[in-house]
């Protein structure tokens, strides 16, 4: 049945929401984009009359379309280049979706949604949707077609996963330029000591290259490998200018609501390194490289203003 501009204004209202959901689900913005562009044909497709609840319907649609996503994803990771990493939003991305309480903000930060990726994807449903979005069991059960029981079991299979990973603390944007600021001084003073100060005995490095870009399978662990390895990616060379294509312009920025760190060569998002930051430092530290997954921290770098680069690298 054709849509009247009243069911299209409905889906666009509710299409933020849906997109934020579908980020926080397959850990991709592109992937997001288009499984709400297949829930709006759906939508066009069905006899949206006689839906009573248009919000429940269509993120039943999402859900669904994502639990599919995830479980082909799943399989296309096991032959995926290096480690795999979520794609990171810069601030102020419309799709880092509602960022009111601590949980929302918890659900949609770097750390998090690298730890969904232990989660099954019911498990991953069923938390996005009530610790992100304050869903009730009931309404879960009712999307996930299970009982309100097997909603509050899952949730909390799930919510105990995520709590084995390191907590982060959360910081406002003051004390994020801070730890940003004193992990560059200490990443380019050529030596390793500062590094080990900032960093946390047990922390990680790991980065994502997808094949394009070099970036080492296995994540270095401990602060001083991390701290050595840190050193020398910040060193000067030219086979570093080459690959990214002429010297990047370094900047302290935010994404997916922690510290980061954003090189830009040329208006073009390069890479994008998230600061996992708790009470007793830097934590982990992940490196997103791989040019197909900064499409989008590119066009919101773009379309908003920025201050200076802090340094020019390589």
């Known amino acids: 049945m054709a849509l009247t501009m009243d069911d299209v204004d409905r889906f666009e209202a509710a299409r933020p929401r849906l997109e934020a959901i579908a980020y926080r689900l397959l850990g991709s913005a592109g992937e997001a984009e288009d499984a709400v562009q297949e829930t709006f044909l759906r939508w066009q497709a069905s006899d949206v009359e006689r839906i009573e609840v248009p919000e429940a ?13 995830l479980t082909s994803a799943r399989a296309r990771r096991e032959t995926y280049v290096g480690q795999w990493l979520p794609e990171p939003l810069l601030e102020g991305d419309p799709m880092l979706g509602p960022a009111d309480t601590v949980e929302q903000r918890e659900s949609v930060s770097y750390a998090v949604l690298a730890l969904l990726e232990r989660l099954s994807p019911n498990e991953r449903a069923v938390y996005v949707l009530r610790e992100a979005f304050a869903y009730a069991h009931r309404e879960i059960a009712e999307i996930l077609d299970i009982s309100e029981a097997s909603a509050q079991q899952v949730f909390h299979r799930a919510k105990k996963h995520i709590a084995e990973g390191k907590a982060r603390t959360e910081i406002d944007e003051a004390a994020a330029r801070r730890i940003v600021d004193e992990f560059l001084a200490a990443a380019t003073s050529g030596r390793t000591e500062p590094l080990v100060k900032l960093l946390t005995q047990d922390a990680i490095s790991v980065g994502d290259g997808g094949g394009k870009i070099p970036a080492r399978a296995k994540a270095f662990e401990g602060a001083v490998a991390v701290a050595k390895f840190l050193r020398g990616l910040f060193k000067p060379g030219k086979a570093k200018r080459a690959l990214i294509g002429g010297s990047a312009e370094v900047y302290a920025a935010a994404a997916n609501g922690g510290p ?47 201050a200076e680069p802090l340094f020019i690298a390589f």
């Open 57 to 69: 319907w269509l993120t039943k649609v999402l859900t669904n379309l994502c639990l599919n996503q």
């Open 260 to 306: 980061a760190v954003v090189a830009v060569v040329d208006s073009r998002v390069v890479g994008v390194m998230c600061l996992e930051v708790t009470a007793e430092g830097i934590s982990a530290v992940r490196n997103q490289v791989n040019p197909d997954k900064l499409g989008r921290a590119t066009e919101r770098w773009a379309a908003s203003e920025h």
